[in-house]
C-alpha cells in the first residue's frame, strides 16, 4: 500500500522553527518528485518547495527562500522539510506528495499522484 505520513507540526511562536519529515512507505522515493505543499483556511493548495530526483535540485516559492530547506534521506526514505524564521502568516496544514518517475519536480498540485495526510502548523504568540 503506498503511503506518504507527515509528522512534525505543531504551534510554535514567531521566529521559531520546526522540522517536518515526511517518510513513505510501499514505494521508494528515490526516483520520484517530491512537494512540499501548504493550504490556509480559505485559500488554495500552494507550493512551497519541491525536489527533483534527476539530480536533486530544489524548488522554493519565493516567500520561503532563504527560510525554508528540503532534504531527501534515502536511506530513510523520507523527506523533510525545515522551516526557520517561521512567521505567522505560515499557519496552515502542509502536505507532501509524490510523483512517480518524474524526473524534475513541479509547484502545481495537479502534478502529483500521492498525497499525505498532512500536519497542522501554527504560528502564534
Known amino acids: 500500500q503506498v503511503q506518504l505520513v507527515e509528522s512534525g507540526g505543531g504551534l510554535v511562536k514567531p521566529g521559531g522553527s520546526l522540522r517536518l519529515s515526511c517518510a513513505a512507505s510501499g514505494f521508494t522515493l528515490d526516483n520520484d518528485a517530491i512537494g512540499w505543499f501548504r493550504q490556509a483556511p480559505g485559500k488554495e493548495r500552494e507550493g512551497v518547495s519541491c525536489i527533483s530526483p534527476s539530480d536533486g535540485s530544489t524548488y522554493y516559492a519565493d516567500s520561503m527562500k532563504g527560510r525554508f530547506t528540503m532534504s531527501r534521506d534515502n536511506a530513510k526514505n523520507t523527506v523533510f522539510l525545515q522551516m526557520n524564521s517561521l512567521k505567522p502568516e505560515d499557519t496552515a496544514v502542509y502536505y507532501c506528495?509524490?510523483?512517480?518517475?518524474?524526473?524534475?519536480?513541479?509547484?502545481?498540485?495537479?502534478?502529483?499522484?500521492?498525497w499525505g495526510q498532512g500536519t497542522q502548523v501554527t504560528v502564534s504568540s
Open positions: 506528495a509524490a510523483e512517480p518517475a518524474a524526473p524534475v519536480c513541479s509547484s502545481w498540485p495537479a502534478e502529483y499522484t500521492y
